[in-house]
């Protein structure tokens, strides 16, 4: 996949475990996102909590948290890892 693509757009969301997420790409490849790393700080703790956590949403480009948190999804992509679920 070329990752510099614009128009890359995450079309699909599930709940794993924990605080990892199964994202599916406008490309059809499927990644696992673990977002430990990136609630450390700043408004991002507010994913340490599991409710809120799984009250993600997709955005017409990315998963969203109550339009408070969103990530770009070349960020997604390049901090996730693929798998073939």
């Known amino acids: ?7 890359q757009k995450i079309v699909g969301a599930e709940y794993v475990s924990g605080y990892i997420l199964r994202l599916t790409f406008n490309t059809g490849e499927v990644r696992l996102m673990d977002f430990t790393p990136l609630m450390q700080k700043g408004i991002c703790q507010k994913l340490k909590d599991m409710d809120y956590f799984k009250s993600f949403r997709l955005d017409p480009f990315t998963v969203d948290w109550n339009d408070e948190i969103g990530f770009a999804p070349r960020h997604l992509y390049e901090r996730s890892v693929s798998t073939s679920l």
């Open 1 to 7: 996949m070329n990752i510099k693509n614009p128009l």
